[in-house]
């Protein structure tokens, strides 16, 4: 590699240091152009030159971040037969994910708008494959008692629900998991 192309992708790592920072304290939507420029020392053309719109930018930005903790495997999950355990799983591996970056996905979830369109389809389909892995163990009789588990799953594996109940009311992982286990597990009305 040449001293020339170490120094764009240093300057492009820059750039997307100074993002995922502004995206994790201010969040998105607060998060300019000129202000990632500043934070990384570039101009405004030189992140346009890098990242020429916002989906690109949030592209590698988002890749940057995900790539420094273990995602969530719903894959992994996929491969235990047993409903309830197949849920517990995936709950704690969502709840785990979720603590290790609250502060960023808090963010990102109350600017969810200011994300382009193409990052924030993507992300609800991840959310839409994880909801399907985490209810579809279950055998469930009807389309009433479907509807109901996948409604009860998806508010479980949302990460609006492990914030209200581990950092608003103060369970440990592993109690909302429980709870959220028993909920879904246990269909009202049965």
């Known amino acids: 590699m040449t001293r020339r192309a170490e120094q764009i992708g240093e300057t492009r790592q820059r750039i997307i240091d100074a993002a995922v920072h502004l995206h994790g304290t201010v969040g998105p939507a607060a998060t300019s152009i000129a202000a990632i420029a500043e934070r990384a020392g570039v101009t405004r053309l030189t992140v346009?030159?890098?990242?020429?719109?916002?989906?690109?930018?949030?592209?590698?930005?988002?890749?940057?971040?995900?790539?420094?903790?273990?995602?969530?495997?719903?894959?992994q999950w996929a491969l235990i037969p047993a409903p309830t355990e197949r849920l517990r799983t995936g709950l704690t591996d969502?709840?785990?994910?979720?603590?290790?970056?609250?502060?960023?996905?808090?963010?990102?979830?109350?600017?969810?708008?200011?994300?382009?369109?193409?990052?924030?389809?993507?992300?609800?389909?991840?959310?839409?494959?994880q909801v399907e892995v985490l209810a579809s163990a279950f055998a469930d009789r009807?389309?009433?008692?479907?509807?109901?588990?996948?409604?009860?799953?998806?508010?479980?594996a949302a990460f609006p629900t492990w914030r209200s109940l581990c950092e608003g009311q103060g369970l440990t992982d592993v109690e909302a998991v429980a709870a959220m286990t028993a909920l879904v597990s246990r269909l009202p009305g049965r």
Request: charged residues 30%; positive net charge.
């Open 48 to 75: 346009y030159r890098h990242f020429p719109d916002d989906t690109a930018l949030f592209a590698a930005c988002s890749q940057d971040w995900l790539a420094r903790r273990p995602l969530p495997r719903p894959d």
């Open 94 to 129: 969502l709840y785990r994910f979720y603590r290790s970056g609250a502060q960023m996905l808090a963010l990102v979830h109350r600017d969810l708008d200011a994300i382009p369109a193409p990052i924030r389809e993507a992300r609800q389909a991840g959310e839409r494959q």
């Open 142 to 156: 009807g389309r009433r008692e479907r509807r109901l588990r996948r409604a009860l799953a998806a508010h479980a």
